[in-house]
């Protein structure tokens, strides 16, 4: 009997002994970086995908592998898959929602940090000059400020937990309200508007999706408390570029520590955006704006990087390989669907 083919969009070396370990009884094909990093991958006969947040899992990629019945993500976020193609297609999408709790809040605080005392800046003032001044580096305690919390999901209740240590006032903000839960862990949830205008230090914990994109735009931008500083490790779509960087130009926001940026895709290759034969002028500005913010002496930028730990980097493959058994055994787990 033939073995089930599993074509593989992967990033390292380790990854595929790992993998092929993990599950023997399957046929492995293995590609380096996302499918669009490689238009010559085509098959026939794979029944299962396996692909990064790079690979963007469209009609058009879908065309390429006709024989698909399961996508596994190795990703908590599926905004890079067309789920309402997959669904057409009768294809079944399995996502890791557990794979990062603890690494994405730490990277997040990690990038707060960074901000509140001013230790990149320090870093690169000794690099550049040698000057070992801390004239200009003053920061701010965290004790005793407002972090306001958008999404109260596992990454969101590990960030609360570790602002509890650093003795933060903690208001949060989700669609689901889990009023046992905020009574449990001594916070308050409040209204969007109320996060935004209340809060020291706003972080960005929730899924992308149509009801979530720009969920800080041009529209409630200035109801920011001012001098506020804004996180985001989740997705960049839940920011618009224009807003932030508007409300750096006006004294709004203070700062920002970013993981993940609009557009971000082009950043790796910008000449596949400006070789486009029909580059969207929204895509173009974006670009434009990112640079400004790369550029910015109080944003820092990091390459979405969040997840990336040995450790998180294992749960992931491992999460993967449970739900590409659970598919097989005909009771798949993890199953995301396209937003109602």
């Known amino acids: 009997m033939a073995k089930i083919k599993i074509v593989s969009f992967y990033n390292e070396p380790w990854e595929q002994e790992y993998l092929k370990a993990k599950l023997p009884e399957y046929e492995w094909v293995f590609y380096t970086g996302s499918m ?23 009609r058009e990629a879908l065309d390429r592998f006709p024989n698909i019945k399961f996508i596994a993500t190795r990703s908590t976020g599926f905004d890079h898959i067309d789920l309402a193609e997959t669904t057409k297609r009768g294809i079944v999408v399995s996502n ?19 901000l509140s005392r001013m230790t990149y800046e320090g870093h690169d003032r000794i690099i550049k000059t040698g000057s070992f001044s801390p004239q200009g580096l003053r920061g701010f305690d965290l004790k005793g400020k407002t972090l306001g919390v958008v999404g109260t999901g596992h990454i969101g209740r590990h960030i609360i937990r570790m602002a509890k240590g650093f003795e933060m006032n903690i208001i949060a903000f989700d669609v689901m309200r889990d009023e046992a839960y905020a009574k449990e862990a001594g916070i308050s949830y409040v209204s969007f508007d109320e996060l935004l205008a209340q809060s020291d230090i706003i972080t960005l914990h929730a899924p992308y999706n ?11 931008v200035e109801k920011i408390k ?4 804004l996180i985001n490790t989740a997705r960049g779509g839940l920011m618009e570029t224009d807003a ?6 006006q004294g709004i926001v203070a700062g920002a520590g970013l993981d993940v940026l609009e557009e971000e895709g082009y950043l790796l290759d910008e000449t596949a955006l400006l070789n486009d034969p029909h580059p969207k002028v929204e895509s173009l500005k974006t670009m434009l704006e990112n640079h400004y913010l790369i550029d910015h002496p109080r944003v820092i930028i990091t390459p979405h990087m969040a ?12 999460a993967t390989t449970e739900n590409i058994q659970t598919f097989k055994a005909g009771t798949p787990t993890n199953v995301v669907k396209p937003a109602a």
């Open 210 to 220: 149509p009801h979530t994109h720009h969920l800080i735009n041009r529209g409630n």
């Open 226 to 229: 001012k001098g506020a500083y």
């Open 244 to 249: 932030l960087v508007y409300a750096l130009e």
């Open 36 to 58: 669009q990093d490689n238009p010559q991958a085509r098959d026939a006969e794979a029944e299962i995908l396996s692909v990064f947040v790079k690979s963007h899992v469209d």
């Open 96 to 114: 890791v929602p557990f794979y990062g709790e603890n690494t994405v809040a730490e990277f997040a605080f990690a990038l707060l940090l960074m």
């Open 307 to 318: 997840f990336n730990t040995e450790e998180a980097l294992k749960r992931i493959l491992d």
